[in-house]
């Protein structure tokens, strides 16, 4: 695999790392089955690049997106909280109309740049003539903005990180996790199930469209596609990261989806690039494939690899 394509797929991986996040704390922690994620990430890029746009500040821009996408976790819970429908059904309800808010926020930039007469729904947002994070850093022959990309994304992942974790280790966090962990016997414990499972909600989509209003920065424009597959590949970061490094510490945990989710997109870019895979017919159409063959592989193979060591061990 080619030094370029080793690189971008880990800045992949560093900005996909906060959907993991994201993933672990609706589907380990709070053992909510989320698929608004498909729906946050799109949304986080879209409210981002409306504020790009509209010449707002990078950092503002993406702290919009991140409030939209934890508005949107709200309402998934408070379709299951509040309205009593069923977890599941309440995420895909819940992706389902953010496909629609998505296109129109797309189509309101222009709108409000006065470059057309009404807002009308858009599948897309150009974001190359507009200041972006990197602007300032990237040379004019973009020989370092691969370089920068990673450099911003690592930081901004180790900051989320840890005050994930700080979070989740004071007694408002120990009452979430808890919460997800045995509703019952949190609820005897006089603490309020329903507001952490809506707090775990907004917190885990509000890390998904932050990492939605990074990712649109990298590409240089919003496409309501980029949502396609997310949970998924959230799901496979934290089933990757979890059968490596098995521990309960949450930091160690949250670490381990981080890195789960640098060797998911290293294992996608090696079955993209020009190897032997790409020699037998295997392209860029069969991503999706390849993602459900890899979570299928981190969901058996550690079992079978278990299955097989206490045999060795029981026999004479």
Not at 127 to 141: E, G, H, K, Y
Not at 204 to 211: E, H, M, T, V, Y
Request: a positive charge; charged letters at 10%; glycine letters at 12%.
């Amino acid at each position: 695999m080619h030094l370029q394509l080793v690189f971008g797929s880990v800045e992949v991986g560093l900005i996909y790392a906060l959907v993991a996040l994201g993933v672990l704390i609706s589907y380990r922690i709070l053992d909510f089955p989320d698929m608004t994620a498909d729906g946050s990430f799109p949304l986080g890029g879209a409210v981002c690049g409306l504020f790009l746009y509209l010449g707002h500040p990078p950092a503002a821009a993406m702290a919009w997106g991140a409030l939209a996408g934890a508005g949107a976790g709200i309402i998934t819970a408070w379709l299951y909280v509040g309205l009593g429908v069923s977890k599941l059904l309440s995420s895909i309800i819940a992706m389902l109309g953010l496909y629609s808010v998505n296109l129109r926020i797309l189509g309101l930039a222009p709108f409000l740049a006065g470059e057309s007469p009404r807002p009308a729904g858009s599948p897309n947002l150009p974001l190359l003539q507009v200041q972006d994070l990197f602007t300032p850093f990237i040379r004019s022959d973009f020989s370092n903005q691969c370089a920068v990309h990673c450099t911003f994304a690592g930081a901004l992942l180790f900051l989320c990180w840890l005050a994930l974790n700080c979070f989740l280790s004071t007694s408002m966090g120990l009452a979430l996790r808890a919460s997800g962990m045995n509703p019952k016997m949190a609820s005897a414990q006089g603490i309020a199930t329903g507001h952490m499972l809506v707090l775990g909600m907004a917190i885990s989509n509000g890390l998904i469209a932050l990492a939605g209003g990074f990712f649109v920065q990298t590409q240089g424009c919003v496409d309501i596609s980029i949502g396609v597959g997310t949970v998924i590949a959230g799901l496979a970061a934290v089933i990757i990261g979890e059968n490596i490094f098995r521990s309960d510490s949450i930091w160690i945990r949250s670490a381990s989806v981080i890195f789960g989710s640098i060797l998911y997109r290293l294992f996608v870019g090696f079955a993209l690039g020009d190897g032997p895979l790409r020699h037998i017919g295997i392209g860029p159409e069969d991503l999706n494939l390849i993602t459900a063959v890899l979570v299928v592989c981190a969901l058996v193979l550690p079992q079978r690899a278990r299955c097989w060591k206490r045999r060795k061990e029981l026999r004479p």
